[in-house]
């Protein structure tokens, strides 16, 4: 395989590289520059995990290291409570469930210890994290609000909470937007009045 590689305005040569294959991977794919986008000549585009497959995934992880768990019940509040994101199923909600087990001096991981998991990591049964549950609580006191108020309510960029927060909020359909004004839905609303993030 030949590159030509430039040196200078003057001339340029061309150096022999082994064939190889080059793999992307990232979050904000038009963040990227064109010129690097437009020579990928395969896009593959991952939706978020539903929680079957990530109960999978979370029983092979467990198998894997050996931790056992007191029932089926307790991978499936530990993938529920993920964001249909493996990473999150497997270094945060498992990792910390298993490690509230052995501060009690088990080597099971039991119900008890999922529930007390969660309500140290501030998560709810469908995975919403603190910050995501303020902002909700914000548009819920508004109504409506700008993502201008939004920010600085929250004390986060605008890009952030579009990014980080209501990407999730908008798939689960918590929130919507009209124009530049987020609303709260009836699912966000029940959501935050009705959810308690106290250990069952």
Request: proline share 2%.
């Amino acid at each position: 395989m030949y590159v030509p590689a430039r040196i200078s305005s003057m001339y340029s040569r061309t150096i022999r590289l082994a064939k190889f294959t080059m793999i992307l991977a990232t979050t904000h794919e038009y963040l990227l520059q064109d010129t690097l986008r437009n020579r990928m000549r395969i896009y593959c585009r991952f939706d978020y995990y539903s929680v079957e497959i990530l109960v999978g995934i979370v029983r092979q992880r467990a198998d894997a290291l050996g931790w056992k768990y007191e029932s089926d019940e307790v991978l499936h509040i530990v993938a529920q409570r993920a964001k249909g994101t493996p990473r999150q199923a497997i270094h945060r909600n498992l990792q910390t469930c298993w490690c509230v087990a052995k501060s009690h001096g088990r080597d099971v991981i039991t119900l008890k210890d999922v529930h007390e998991a969660f309500c140290h990591l501030q998560i709810d049964e469908l995975g919403l994290d603190k910050l995501d549950r303020f902002y909700l609580e914000v548009l819920l006191e508004c109504g409506r609000s700008s993502l201008g108020v939004l920010s600085s309510k929250l004390s986060l960029p605008a890009f952030t909470i579009q990014r980080v927060v209501e990407t999730y909020l908008l798939k689960e359909c918590f929130i919507t937007k009209d124009k530049s004004v987020r609303v709260i839905t009836e699912k966000g609303k029940n959501h935050i009045e009705n959810t308690s993030l106290l250990p069952k």
